[in-house]
Structures are given as C-alpha cells and as structure tokens.
C-alpha cells in the first residue's frame, strides 16, 4: 500500500497511485482500498480520482466519510476538501448517535453540519421509536432537527401494538427536544382514534399532543372543535380534548347525543372512548334511538 502526500497537504493512501492529466488538469487516480484524510474529514473507498487544482476528490464504491458528525455512506460521491462540501448518490446512509438517515442521493454541507436528502428519503429516530418518510428533505445534523416533505408520513412504534401512523403535507423534526410536527391535511391513526386537522404536534416522551382544527373519529362517535389537546398513557390513548367543540356520540344501548360547549373531554379506557365531559356554556340533543329525527333537549 502506497503513503503519499499531496502538495495540499491531503495524505491518501491506496493499493495502486496513477497520477495522469485531464484537460490540462493533473489528477491523481487511486484504486483498491483507498483512504484520504482532511483536516476534519476521513474518507474510504474502493477508487477515487482527486484534483489537487480545485481541491475535489471523485469517489467510487463502497465510499465511507467519517467527521465529527458521524458516518456517511454511499455507492459514489464527489467531494470538495476546501468547502468542506459533497454529493453523494446511490443507496447514501448517515448513521450518527441517535439517527440514521437514508436517501437515494444527499448533498453535505460541512460548513452548516446539514444535509439535503433526495429521493426514498428515510430518517430514523432510535432514541424515541420514530421512522419518518418522505421524498426529499433537510436535516441539521447540530441541532438535530429537519424538515421532510413529498408525501410525508411517520411511525411511531409501540411494543405490542400497532405504531401511531401521521400523514401530512410535510414534517418538522426538533430530535433533541423529543418533538415533530405536522403541517397541512394531518391524518394521525391511533388504534380506533383517526384524526383530521391542519397541524398537530407531538411530544414523544411526555406523550402529549396538540391539534389545530381537529375532526377526531372513534367508531361511529365524532368530536370536533378549534383547537385540541391528547394524551397517552404507556403508548395508548388516555384522554383528548377540543376548545369550541361538537360532539356526536352514541352510547351502548344505540341512544345518540350531540353536545357542544367551550370545553370537550373524552377519557379513554382500553383504547375505547369511555366518559364525556362538557365545560363552559353545555348544551345538548338526545336522540333515543340512532336515526330517530324526533329529539328532545
């Protein structure tokens, strides 16, 4: 294996050096198990062509980057030393303490510590059980959180039952502080509980979310209002409240009810809606049998 340094001040080392000229530029071809090392970056390959004129290194097969940030993979990449920049293509991974990210293709600023992911996007988040997808997306790998969009949508696991499912326009991801965000068309699926709503926010270990303009189905039972708030409780549902809110619910017996007031709650027991609660200004229509048009108040 050859040691070699180049007038850059870049050490590489590889199995076989070629140091030839391309349009009047001379690169120095590396091949078969090839390493470079920068001032903050370390860089692994099977092949890599490098321009010491305008500090880029071309990449091929099995490329590894390793700094401070964690490690980055891909099948090729071009990379530029000086801007402490890249692009990297085909199957790319970064895997850091917390998160493992993966995308069709990805280009790294090492300047800003962020990436911006393309295609069969992947973020994967060990600490809290979360997976998001999307098409494309950023993500600062400092502060730990990004944006995806493309059809987003997320999982969040649950031992022993089905994962929180959330789809929306796009997803704001604050990983340090435990939280993500939903913007626009928001459908989140919680066992039986399928909500609507224009944005929702979660935080993943309190289990505490809240809802703008929130359509909550249970079943055949419906509650709706301004704004909302819910919570889980060992990764099933506990309670969920709306402001300025409507209910439709039918009990056991087939009886329906209709309620609305300033404050709306609903506890859970098992996953199922079990008790109603209405605060501020309450009112109400009962219907004796489901489909019955006579009510009475």
């Known amino acids: 294996m050859l040691l070699i340094l180049l007038l850059t001040l870049t050490p590489f080392q590889a199995d076989k050096v070629e140091i030839v000229r391309e349009k ?3 690169i120095v071809h590396l091949i078969g198990n090839v390493i470079i090392e ?6 692994t390959c099977v092949e890599a062509k490098i321009s010491e004129a305008h500090g880029w290194v071309w990449l091929s097969q099995d490329v590894r980057l390793l700094n401070r ?3 980055v993979s891909a099948s090729s990449a071009i990379y530029y030393f000086n801007e402490e920049r890249g692009y990297l293509s085909d199957s790319v991974t970064i895997v850091t303490s917390d998160e493992k990210i993966s995308s ?10 962020s990436v911006e992911m393309y295609g069969n996007v992947t973020i994967e988040d060990s600490k809290n059980n979360l997976i998001v997808y999307g098409e494309r997306g950023w993500y600062n790998l400092t502060k730990d959180e990004g944006l995806l969009l493309g059809n987003p949508h997320l999982e969040v696991a649950r031992q022993d039952k089905a994962p929180m499912m959330v789809y929306a326009n796009a997803f704001k991801l604050r990983t340090n502080d435990n939280l993500f965000y939903g913007f626009g068309s928001v459908k989140a699926i919680i066992d039986s509980v399928v909500v609507d709503c224009d944005t929702f926010s979660y935080d993943l270990q309190k289990e505490l979310g809240e809802m703008i303009q929130p359509v909550i189905q249970e079943g055949d039972n419906e509650l709706k209002g301004t704004h909302g708030l819910f919570r889980l409780k060992n990764k099933e549902m506990e309670f969920m409240s709306v402001g300025n809110g409507q209910s439709v619910y039918y009990t056991d017996e087939g009886t329906k009810n209709v309620v609305e007031g300033n404050n709306i ?13 209405v605060e501020g200004k309450p009112n109400g229509v ?11 108040d």
Do not use: C
């Open 24 to 26: 009047n530029e001379r």
């Open 286 to 296: 009962l219907w004796l049998k489901r489909g019955q048009e006579n009510a009475s």
């Open 38 to 43: 920068g001032s903050e970056t370390k860089i």
């Open 104 to 113: 069709d293709s990805l280009y790294y600023d090492g300047t800003t510590d």
């Open 69 to 71: 940030n964690g490690e």
């Open 265 to 277: 709650s609903i506890m859970f027991k098992q996953g199922k809606a079990a008790v109603i609660t």
